[in-house]
């Protein structure tokens, strides 16, 4: 008999011989975005604090949230909340019995793939000889240690040239008790021939990230404002332009749309030829040689700083 009963949009991809129930591929298909009735609390809903009425909204949802934690529930609720805990146990006893597979979710459209761990090191190892983009740190000494010092010194630089003020500097440090190396995953792509990975390296603690993201949010806006012309934001903005497009005579029956697909975008970049590009887009945007209270000279070292700190740990190297 097959497992599935329902094929739809959220249906996991399984690349294994792996024996799991239908009760446990229904609780796979709903996805990451289900959550097991009955939760106990709110989490976090990062709301800004400047929007009155979504702080009141939460404010009143989560008042209702804790009132119910105190009402029984009904018994039809609460059979459905132990059968559903009971079922996710049972694939995470499952998961955890083979070593040999990896659980993961896919690029686009998010939902669970289930694979071969010898087939993800695989694959990664192929993607990193063909781009070849990636150099093994070769001493065994973890680059974390060097990598923290490299943006403190650059931020002390900055304090004693007036860039920023120390309170900013102290923000976009990160805390030692948290501080750790990249980690370096990869996320299948099913939707094409043979399910490449997608490179990921998640690096929220390493030590340049927030300074990497003070950066961003230095340039970007600038940046989106010279190439809003060029640039769709979201689907209604591409609407928009295709409606003014039309208006102003040029789609036709004979228009034809082209869409192109760089491979490998971010190790196809040059180094050099990326700063050189950021040096020429801070000059032409600057004003009297300065972003903000940058200087085209702060900005290009902290970018440099972004990159030669740019490391990650796989397979226990790094």
């Given at each position: ?152 010194s650059l931020l002390n630089f900055l304090i004693a040239k007036k860039g920023l ?154």
């Amino acid at each position: 008999m097959s497992i599935y009963t329902t094929i739809t949009a959220s249906t996991p991809f399984i690349e294994v011989n792996l024996k799991v129930t239908p009760a446990q591929i229904s609780m796979l298909i709903n996805g990451f975005n289900y959550i097991i009735p009955c939760q106990s609390c709110l989490k976090d809903h990062r709301v800004p604090i400047d929007d009155e009425h979504a702080t009141q909204a939460f404010s009143a949802l989560e008042c209702i949230l804790n009132n119910c934690q105190f009402q029984k529930l009904s018994k039809k609720l609460g059979r459905r909340a132990q059968h559903g805990y009971k079922i996710v146990r049972s694939i995470q006893r499952l998961i955890c019995r083979r070593s040999d597979i990896v659980v993961r979710r896919t690029d686009k459209n998010k939902v669970f793939y289930i694979g071969k761990a010898v087939d993800f090191e695989r694959k990664a190892e192929d993607y990193m000889l063909r781009t070849e983009a990636y150099e093994e740190i070769t001493n065994g000494r973890c680059p974390l240690a060097d990598n923290s010092s490299a943006v403190q010194s650059l931020l002390n630089f900055l304090i004693a040239k007036k860039g920023l003020i120390q309170m900013q500097a102290d923000r976009l440090s990160q805390k030692s008790d948290s501080l750790e190396v990249g980690h370096y995953h990869g996320l299948s792509k099913p939707h094409k021939p043979g399910t490449p990975l997608r490179p990921i390296v998640a690096s929220i603690h390493a030590p340049a990230t927030l300074a990497s993201k003070f950066l961003n949010d230095l340039l970007a806006p600038i940046y989106l404002t010279v190439a809003h012309k060029y640039t769709f934001i979201n689907n209604i903005d591409v609407i928009r332009k295709l409606e003014k497009h039309a208006v102003d005579g040029y789609l036709t029956s004979t228009t034809k749309f082209i869409t192109t697909d760089v491979e490998n975008l971010y190790t196809m970049i040059p180094r050099i030829g990326a700063l050189e590009a950021l040096g020429r887009f801070c000059s032409k945007n600057s004003k009297k040689g300065k972003i903000g209270t940058f200087t085209i000279d702060h900005i290009m070292k902290m970018a440099r700083l972004t990159l030669d700190t740019n490391c990650f740990a796989y397979n226990n190297k790094y």
